[in-house]
């Protein structure tokens, strides 16, 4: 899939929206991403900031990669920067929220998350095991997951 600068542009914008909201949320203790209720947020990650797009004003929004950790376990099972996630475990997350997706993708530490995924590789399915939030180094990356300066 080829990452047009609207996508970007509009990735960046939620990608700090939603960064600056987990952030403020991580630091008054409060369950990250929004889940308000959700008290029983699981902690497995796999290393990835997910951003929404368009083609256009009024299209269906699609989740991409925008953010691989480069020391995580999606980077290591090939999830790259730009690639669409279309399904989780077998459920397609057209019409779903970030929310109801981030959860989707997080789960118990050392589970296995299948993710569906279109790229330049066309579509394909990738098993990702997660792992602590606490195991992924922190201010080891740089834009679109690369190694630091």
Same mark, same amino acid.
Request: charged share 20%; net charge neutral.
């Given at each position: 899939m080829r990452?047009?600068?609207?996508?970007?542009?509009?990735g960046?914008?939620?990608?700090?929206l939603?960064?600056?909201?987990?952030?403020?949320?991580?630091?008054?203790?409060?369950?990250?991403?929004?889940?308000g209720?959700?008290?029983?947020?699981?902690?497995?990650v796999?290393?990835? %900031?997910?951003?929404?797009?368009? *083609?256009r004003?009024?299209?269906?929004?699609?989740?991409? =990669? &925008?953010? @691989?950790?480069?020391? !995580?376990?999606?980077q290591?099972?090939?999830?790259?920067?730009?690639?669409?996630?279309?399904?989780?475990?077998?459920?397609? %997350?057209?019409?779903?929220s970030? *929310?109801?997706?981030?959860?989707?993708?997080?789960?118990? =530490? &050392?589970? @296995?998350?299948?993710? !569906?995924?279109?790229?330049?590789?066309?579509l394909?399915?990738?098993?990702?095991t997660?792992?602590?939030?606490?195991?992924?180094?922190?201010?080891?990356?740089?834009?679109?997951?690369?190694p630091?300066?």
């Amino acid at each position: 899939m080829r990452i047009r600068s609207f996508h970007i542009a509009a990735g960046l914008l939620m990608g700090l929206l939603l960064t600056g909201s987990a952030l403020a949320d991580e630091s008054s203790s409060q369950v990250p991403y929004g889940h308000g209720t959700d008290t029983k947020m699981h902690q497995g990650v796999i290393g990835i %900031v997910l951003q929404i797009g368009a *083609e256009r004003i009024g299209d269906p929004a699609i989740l991409y =990669v &925008g953010m @691989v950790h480069p020391q !995580g376990p999606a980077q290591q099972a090939g999830l790259q920067h730009g690639d669409e996630i279309v399904s989780v475990d077998g459920t397609t %997350v057209t019409g779903k929220s970030y *929310e109801q997706v981030v959860h989707m993708i997080r789960g118990e =530490v &050392g589970t @296995v998350v299948k993710l !569906g995924v279109r790229g330049e590789n066309g579509l394909r399915e990738l098993s990702i095991t997660r792992v602590a939030d606490d195991k992924l180094p922190k201010g080891t990356t740089g834009p679109h997951g690369s190694p630091a300066r």
